[in-house]
């Protein structure tokens, strides 16, 4: 008994630890230590009521009722253990999925940040391009998106190009917003960064000599915000 009640401590230790330093992989060790102690324990509950019985002698008995009491109480102290560790694992679970699925999901603008931006770039003025490439589903989504947001500020007009662009022999990524000066554009880069959230960088996002595009319109090109696909996190720190 004194080895399960080692077992135990050390494993209310692991699950209780507030640098959460135990792996996922030790708790699961942990999981099938503790199935198997609770295997072995129900045994001795078993065994110590066997040993109760009246043909028995009085210290059989006796011992037979101290290995009911130690078994019990080892399988009412195991079980609490394993629910803590499941709890523990379901957690951390969750959170790896929601990582994932933030990491995975379609960019959007929610809708506080929209009207953000609108009344932050309310004060300014003039001709804004929003393109998106060909059979790029989420880039047109998102190109709509931020139409409609910089289009609510009333005083920017905004030329819808989506899915203007057919890369050839290459591609392209995300969506770019084009203005006439840099101004303009500073302000767009600011407010889809700080308000949307999104990844955003400088210049048309294509590989030179790889693009055909659309319709031309009356929107200079001075400057472009490319809002860029989603990076893997080691490059935004380079």
């Not at 494993?11 to 135990?22: E, G, H, R, Y």
């Not at 324990?41 to 002698?57: A, T």
């Not at 994932?100 to 809708?111: D, T, Y």
């Not at 915000?225 to 989603?230: F, G, M, S």
């Amino acid at each position: 008994m004194a080895i399960i009640r080692d077992l135990a401590a050390a494993l209310i230790n692991a699950t209780n630890s507030s640098k959460m330093s135990v792996t996922t992989d030790q708790l699961e060790f942990g999981r099938l230590l503790l199935a198997v102690a609770l295997v072995v324990v129900n045994v001795g509950v078993w065994l110590g009521v066997f040993l109760e019985n009246e043909r028995f002698s009085e210290p059989m008995k006796k011992a037979g009722w101290n290995t009911l009491v130690v078994a019990l109480a080892a399988e009412a102290l195991f079980a609490a253990i394993l629910v803590g560790i499941d709890s523990t694992i379901s957690a951390r679970q969750k959170a790896e999925i929601v990582a994932l699925e933030a990491q995975i999901a379609p960019r959007r603008i929610p809708p506080d940040a929209c009207g953000e931006m609108a009344a932050a770039l309310a004060s300014l003025s003039g001709n804004v391009k929003i393109v998106s490439y060909a059979a790029d589903l989420e880039g047109g989504i998102l190109a709509w998106q931020v139409a409609n947001c910089l289009a609510a500020s009333k005083t920017l007009k905004v030329v819808r190009a989506f899915a203007s662009v057919m890369p050839l022999g290459g591609f392209g990524v995300g969506v770019f917003v084009s203005g006439p000066d840099e101004k303009l554009v500073a302000a767009i880069r600011f407010n889809l960064t700080e308000k949307a959230k999104l990844f955003v960088g400088e210049g048309n996002g294509f590989f030179m000599g790889n693009m055909s595009m659309g319709p031309s319109t009356d929107v200079a090109d001075a400057v472009t915000v490319l809002i860029a696909t989603r990076p893997h996190p080691d490059m935004i720190h380079e």
